[in-house]
Structure formats: C-alpha cells, structure tokens
C-alpha cells in the first residue's frame, strides 16, 4: 500500500507540474484561455499556468509558412481553360485574431486565392495571362491582404508557379513559336545580307575616295613641280637676260669711253650691213630715211679712218 501511495503521489506531482509549467520554443507562441475565455499568450521561455483553470487553446508558429493551392481550372477572356498552380507565403503576426478571427486562416487563404484568381483571369486573354504572372501575383497577394488583416495573417508573397493551357492550344504555341523562329532565322540572314552589301560599297566608295584623294595629290604635287621648274627656269631666262643686258652695257660704256661718238657707229652698222648683204640669198632693204645717212658715209669712213691712223 505505501509503495503505490508514494506512485500514485508521484503521478499526481508531475502531471502537476506538465500542467503548471509550460516551455515554449522560440519562434513559437500559445494562446492560454482561463476558464474558456482568452487570458494571454504564451511567450517563448519558461511559463507557469494554474492548472485546469488556464489551458492552451492552441499554439502558433510565427515562421513564414507556406500553403500550396491546389492547381486550379479557369477560364479566361477568350474562353480558353488554363490550369494554373500556385503557393502562397504567409506568416501569423496576430496569435489572437488567428485563433478567434476564422477557425482555420490557412483554408481561408486558399479559398480567396482560387476565387480571386478565378476574377483576375477572366478579365484576361489567353496570351495576357502566359505573359502576365507577376500581375496576376500581384492581385492575388492585393486581395488576400485585404482580407487577412481581421485574421492576424500577414501575406508575404504570392507566386504563379505554372499555366499550362490545353494540349491542343500548347500544339498550336509551338507551332507557332518555330514559325516564329523561322521568321527570326530569314530576318536575320536577310539582315546581314544587307550589312554585308551595305559594307561593301562602304568599302568601295572609300576605296575610290582615297584613290581620288590619291590622284588628286599627285595632279598637285605635279603641277606644284611644274611651277616649280617654271618659276627656275624663269629666273634663269632673267639671271641670263641680266648677264646679257649687262654685258651690253658694259660694252657700251667700253665704246662710249673709247670715244666714239654716233656717227661712228652708225658706220660701222653699215659696214655690218654690207657684209649681211654680201651673202648671195640675202637681201637688204634700206629705209627712204636712211638715204640722206648714206650720202654722209664717205665723210664719216674719212673720219673713222683719221681717227685710226691717229690712234
């Protein structure tokens, strides 16, 4: 009798203490109800509870959790059925409206996902909805914001994981995705076909650029040597008419000093004359003026004559 006395005492004192003494996990948070009614929450740590006055109603997890929709069938603008998958991101910032607010949040989340989605897709064509998951996320995360606020759920991100529209349709998209890229491919060719053109008479029209850059340098440099050698040549026509002209001016000082006088020279002009004359295919036509000089030769060979004799 002692020994199950001692039992029975010890069984008593330790579900004394798991009723009295709780231990939550971080992260982690229960809400106590004192005599049905919601007394506080449990925080992470040590707790101490009255037993069978305080009970846990139920225990959150403040993590971000995540909900998987099931993937769901709907219509779109065009009458087309698509199949979209989806998975929401949540987490519990209100231990208390979770608990009382909706008897089961995550259910709740699911269901406004779907009706909501339904919503959004049908204002959307086939090709809006393959190209607008972000959107589509968007709206859904939008509306379950708005709704979730009373529950103490907070929606952290809403993401479209997969549309898949009827096989048929599918056939259709690939069928068309390589026409397209069939398209792309000639577009491209025809592309470089025409740089490649474009390229070459570039290349062309520079090369006779420069070719008649080139000819149009040594038709200068040609001409800028023909000055040139003109322009020397010049000056040495005047270096030589210089050299001659004073030569003869030399030579008429010379005679000038020598002390001969006009008549003189004249005479020996004429003597030159006679002597041109003497050839037999030459003639010589003496001016009217010149007769009455010629009638003054004989004086003037006297004179030249005397002067001779005298020198």
């Given amino acids: 009798m002692e020994w199950a006395i001692i039992v029975v005492v010890l069984l008593v004192v330790v579900v004394f203490i798991s009723l009295t003494v709780k231990v939550v996990p971080q992260q982690r948070v229960g809400v106590v109800e004192r005599l049905g009614k ?32 099931p993937p769901q069938t709907v219509i779109t603008k065009d009458n087309v059925q698509v199949q979209i998958d989806t998975i929401i991101f949540y987490q519990v910032v209100g231990p208390e409206q979770a608990t009382y607010g909706i008897s089961d949040y995550v259910y709740g989340v699911r269901n406004i996902s779907t009706a909501t989605m339904r919503q959004i897709i049908g204002k959307l064509e086939l090709d809006e909805t393959l190209s607008g998951r972000e ?25 479209v994981i997969d549309i898949k529209p009827p096989l048929d349709i599918q056939e259709s998209m690939d069928k068309q995705m390589k026409a397209e890229r069939s398209k ?12 490649d053109m474009i390229l070459r008479a570039e290349g062309d029209k520079q ?96 004179i030249f004559k005397a002067s001779k004799e005298t020198k």
Avoid: C, M
């Avoid at 109603?57 to 995540?66: K, P, W």
């Avoid at 959107?135 to 809403?158: H, M, Q």
């Fill in 38 to 69: 919601f007394h506080r929450l449990l925080t992470p740590g040590l707790n101490i509870l009255i037993p069978v006055i305080d009970q846990v109603r139920v225990n959150h997890d403040l993590r971000i959790q995540q909900a998987n929709v």
């Fill in 135 to 159: 959107k589509i996320s968007t709206e859904i995360r939008v509306a379950l914001d708005e709704a979730t606020e009373k529950w103490g759920v907070r929606i952290e991100r809403v993401e």
């Fill in 184 to 195: 792309r491919a000639i577009v491209l060719e025809a592309e470089a076909a025409k740089q």
């Fill in 207 to 302: 090369s006779k650029i420069l070719k008649a850059e080139g000819d149009k340098e040594a038709r200068i440099r040609e001409a800028e040597g023909l000055r040139q050698a003109q322009e020397l040549e010049a000056l040495g026509e005047a270096a030589a008419i210089r050299s001659v002209a004073e030569a003869e001016k030399a030579r008429i000082e010379f005679l000038a000093s020598a002390g001969l006088n006009e008549q003189i020279l004249a005479y020996r002009s004429f003597e030159a004359l006679g002597d041109i004359a003497k050839g037999p295919a030459n003639k010589v036509f003496i001016p009217s003026n010149a007769i009455e000089t010629l009638g003054s030769l004989g004086a003037i060979g006297e």
